[in-house]
């Protein structure tokens, strides 16, 4: 139940994404995502959603990469498109491409912001919230079963932490509403 609604939140807003032709980077889109009617010559290159194709391996290599575990509504989010945009609310997530997927997400983790205001003290982030934080898994908490709430922090009081959400799946239902 809490699987497929996630895919169908995803699925709603990369559709209205496609619809409304927002579908466009001006960046290189990696083949099986790039629409093969474009002119190769066009500066920003439509892309389309596709199936994600992350193993549980690749997932377990990021996780051992970042030294924390995601939770299981996250791996089922990683595991079911790939993408370039999806906003969702105010809620810009983690580009998410066929084969740069992990780069990506690696990239906002350790490059985004220095690693001593985040990663360092358990906060992982996966999201940029409007204008001015992160939405990040806070690890602190419920370790046990990985299901981490998800905190916000704003860039301009880096050692202030707003619980937002008590986990992932709350947080896909909040922002779809």
């Not at 596709?50 to 193993?55: G, H, L």
Request: glycine share 2%; hydrophobic share 35%; proline share 5%.
């Amino acid at each position: 139940m809490k699987e497929q609604t996630i895919k169908n939140i995803v699925d709603f807003h990369l559709k209205k994404w496609v619809d409304n032709e927002l579908n466009s980077t001006p960046i290189d889109v990696e083949p099986d995502m790039a629409d093969p009617n474009q002119d190769k010559n066009e500066e920003w290159r439509n892309w389309f959603p596709i199936d994600s194709k992350v193993t549980d391996a690749e997932i377990e290599e990021m996780e051992n990469r970042i030294g924390h575990k995601f939770p299981s509504d996250y791996k089922t989010f990683l595991k079911h498109k790939h993408f370039y945009e999806l906003q969702i609310s105010e809620a810009s997530f983690c580009e998410h491409p066929l084969n740069t997927w992990r780069a990506s997400l690696t990239e906002m983790i350790f490059d985004g912001y220095p690693t001593e205001f985040l990663i360092d003290k358990g906060y992982i982030p996966f999201i940029n919230w409007s204008d001015w934080g992160l939405l990040c898994f806070d690890t602190n908490r419920n370790k046990d079963d990985k299901n981490y709430p998800v905190v916000l922090w704003d860039h301009e009081n880096a050692n202030e932490f707003q619980d937002f959400s008590k986990d992932f799946y709350d947080l896909i239902t909040k922002l779809d509403e």
